[in-house]
């Protein structure tokens, strides 16, 4: 019961959950050190099973996962992976099938969907495959054994993770990580000061029809998950010894922000993550808002246009969605109650606000108005992208691919799916010097103001933006692209309302 009221905790206000989450650690540690330390008489005289182990290591993976959701600390993650895998070496699910109990195989099958979301986020693709292949083996013994009623739903599972496969193979040049290494950091000028702003938290919200996902993660919110964090830490865990560490134990220091994670929210759901970030927000501390989203166009011109006048990206209606379409038809005097409008997050700009939006009416947000002179950043995707990449669609924005891995959006974009690992390293070579470049250019540029001296103080945040200037310079010159198509942009504002497009 405790473990099920941890993972059913919302996400925002930690000082509520934090509690919960130490006591149940304290549970599962005892739980773990008293099976280990008396196994035998567990096995001879209670009949212990091996599954019944195999469902404790599941669960205490299940606590660490939860653990980083909650914190983004990307160390919980290798803790996760080391009780699965130890799961999957020792074979602790391999005598369900014997046991004819089909809540037992369900178990196992959780186990390998929790596994390869693990997997995917710590980028180890290589078991991600192999569990795949191994979880379509399972789901396929099962629904010919039991007539049970979840039967499509496992399906729909595996046919959410084959184009995550084939996105992979297509990808087959290595295995990149795409956090942020150790060290990574701009040149800073002389006198420069560093650490008065960091970012804190982090809004990665994901509405788009029919794009690549996996349980609750789209590829856009995978891939600026990724770009947020920094690597994993090895910590004393082996994957073949698992045991667990207190979170307590922890460096008290958090390296990454602190992240929500919002599949297809409704307004309601997104507003209330919001202002319980805005609330929790420490001093000198940013917010960054990545919205994901389709598109909501204004119905009609007004004589007045406000920031509830150019449309915004949509929310989750809870409506059926017919033919991708999930606009609801309604008297066009009024405007659409599940957008997402520029005016929703003035309220917002009030501490440091860093807003990207990734959508086909991202222009909506062009016009956005720094109301109280605090440091405010808007990276706005193009609008509209050539056939060639629409057809693409389905595997994540172009744009989001630039801001996560610039040179795989390169590869991507020119036709290429392969790349010798030198000339790689060579090429990468050259892309942190361009964005050093940028940099000093953003450093010395009068029109950015103080906005640039704060995103370099946040070190998490301070790529995105030479990223995002790369992506705007190719996106006409090297895509062949129709000037009248919406382009991307970039807008850092100052407390006088001065703007920086394209440098």
């Given at each position: 019961?405790?473990?099920?009221?941890?993972?059913?905790?919302?996400?925002?206000?930690?000082?509520?959950?934090?509690?919960?989450?130490?006591?149940?650690?304290?549970?599962?540690?005892?739980?773990?050190?008293?099976?280990?330390?008396?196994?035998?008489?567990?096995?001879?005289?209670?009949?212990?099973?091996?599954?019944?182990?195999?469902e404790i290591a599941s669960k205490i993976g299940q606590l660490y996962y939860h653990y980083y959701l909650r914190?983004?600390?990307?160390?919980?993650?290798?803790?996760?992976?080391?009780?699965?895998?130890?799961?999957?070496?020792?074979?602790?699910?391999?005598?369900?099938?014997?046991?004819?109990?089909?809540?037992?195989?369900?178990?196992?099958?959780?186990?390998?969907?929790?596994?390869?979301?693990?997997?995917?986020?710590?980028?180890?693709?290589?078991?991600?495959?192999?569990?795949?292949?191994?979880?379509?083996?399972?789901?396929?013994?099962?629904?010919?054994?039991?007539?049970?009623?979840?039967?499509?739903?496992?399906?729909?599972?595996?046919?959410?993770?084959?184009?995550?496969?084939?996105?992979?193979?297509?990808?087959?040049?290595?295995?990149?990580?795409?956090?942020?290494?150790?060290?990574?950091?701009?040149?800073?000028?002389?006198?420069?000061?560093?650490?008065?702003?960091?970012?804190?938290?982090?809004?990665?919200?994901?509405?788009?029809?029919?794009?690549?996902?996996?349980?609750?993660?789209?590829?856009?919110?995978?891939?600026?998950?990724?770009?947020?964090?920094?690597?994993?830490?090895?910590?004393?865990?082996?994957?073949?010894?698992?045991?667990?560490?207190?979170?307590?134990?922890?460096?008290?220091?958090?390296?990454?922000?602190?992240?929500?994670?919002?599949?297809?929210?409704?307004?309601?759901?997104?507003?209330?993550f919001l202002a319980a970030s805005f609330k929790e927000l420490p001093a000198n501390s940013a917010l960054l808002?990545?919205?994901?989203?389709?598109?909501?166009?204004p119905t009609g011109r007004s004589d007045y246009e406000g920031p509830y006048d150019f449309g915004g990206v949509?929310?989750?209606?809870?409506?059926?969605?017919?033919?991708?379409?999930?606009?609801?038809?309604?008297?066009?005097?009024?405007?659409?109650?599940?957008?997402?409008?520029?005016?929703?997050?003035?309220?917002?700009?009030?501490?440091?606000?860093?807003?990207?939006?990734?959508?086909?009416?991202?222009?909506?947000?062009?016009?956005?108005?720094?109301?109280?002179?605090?440091?405010?950043?808007?990276?706005?995707?193009?609008?509209?992208?050539?056939?060639?990449?629409?057809?693409?669609?389905?595997?994540?924005?172009?744009?989001?691919?630039?801001?996560?891995?610039?040179?795989?959006?390169?590869?991507?974009?020119?036709?290429?799916?392969?790349?010798?690992?030198?000339?790689?390293?060579?090429?990468?070579?050259?892309?942190?010097?361009?964005?050093?470049?940028?940099?000093?250019?953003?450093?010395?540029?009068?029109?950015?103001?103080?906005?640039?001296?704060?995103?370099?103080?946040?070190?998490?945040?301070?790529?995105?933006?030479?990223?995002?200037?790369?992506?705007?310079?190719?996106?006409?010159?090297?895509?062949?692209?129709?000037?009248?198509?919406?382009?991307?942009?970039?807008?850092?504002?100052?407390?006088?309302?001065?703007?920086?497009?394209?440098?």
């Open positions: 019961m405790q473990f099920h009221f941890c993972r059913d905790l919302p996400q925002y206000g930690q000082k509520q959950w934090q509690s919960y989450f130490g006591r149940t650690f304290d549970v599962y540690t005892k739980l773990w050190k008293f099976q280990q330390q008396h196994r035998q008489v567990l096995d001879n005289r209670y009949g212990l099973k091996r599954w019944q182990i195999g914190t983004s600390e990307t160390s919980y993650l290798n803790e996760a992976f080391s009780f699965y895998s130890a799961i999957r070496q020792r074979s602790y699910y391999s005598q369900v099938t014997k046991e004819d109990r089909p809540e037992l195989v369900v178990k196992k099958l959780r186990y390998y969907a929790r596994f390869i979301v693990v997997c995917l986020l710590l980028n180890k693709m290589d078991v991600v495959k192999d569990l795949v292949k191994e979880l379509s083996d399972e789901i396929e013994d099962y629904t010919h054994r039991f007539n049970t009623e979840d039967q499509l739903e496992w399906n729909l599972v595996l046919q959410e993770a084959d184009p995550v496969m084939v996105l992979n193979d297509d990808n087959t040049i290595v295995i990149i990580s795409n956090r942020l290494a150790e060290g990574t950091g701009p040149m800073l000028e002389q006198g420069m000061v560093v650490g008065q702003l960091m970012l804190a938290d982090a809004l990665i919200i994901g509405n788009c029809n029919n794009q690549v996902k996996f349980s609750e993660l789209t590829i856009d919110m995978f891939r600026m998950l990724q770009a947020l964090e920094r690597e994993p830490m090895n910590l004393t865990s082996q994957m073949n010894k698992p045991g667990l560490q207190d979170p307590a134990e922890k460096p008290t220091k958090r390296e990454n922000p602190h992240k929500y994670l919002l599949y297809k929210p409704t307004f309601s759901q997104l507003y209330t808002i990545y919205l994901s989203a389709t598109g909501v166009f949509l929310t989750n209606s809870n409506r059926d969605v017919v033919n991708g379409d999930a606009l609801h038809k309604r008297n066009q005097t009024y405007k659409e109650m599940h957008c997402l409008h520029p005016g929703d997050l003035y309220p917002y700009t009030r501490k440091p606000l860093f807003i990207i939006v990734d959508s086909s009416n991202s222009v909506a947000y062009k016009n956005f108005t720094n109301l109280f002179g605090q440091p405010l950043v808007c990276l706005l995707s193009p609008t509209a992208y050539p056939k060639a990449f629409q057809d693409h669609s389905q595997r994540g924005s172009l744009f989001t691919l630039f801001l996560n891995n610039p040179l795989m959006a390169f590869l991507f974009i020119s036709g290429l799916s392969s790349m010798r690992n030198g000339l790689w390293e060579k090429c990468q070579d050259h892309l942190r010097k361009i964005n050093r470049d940028i940099a000093q250019l953003l450093t010395h540029s009068r029109s950015v103001g103080n906005t640039w001296d704060c995103i370099v103080s946040a070190r998490t945040t301070w790529l995105l933006l030479p990223e995002s200037a790369i992506f705007s310079k190719n996106w006409v010159r090297y895509c062949h692209i129709d000037s009248s198509w919406g382009r991307p942009d970039a807008i850092p504002l100052t407390a006088h309302g001065q703007e920086w497009r394209h440098f």
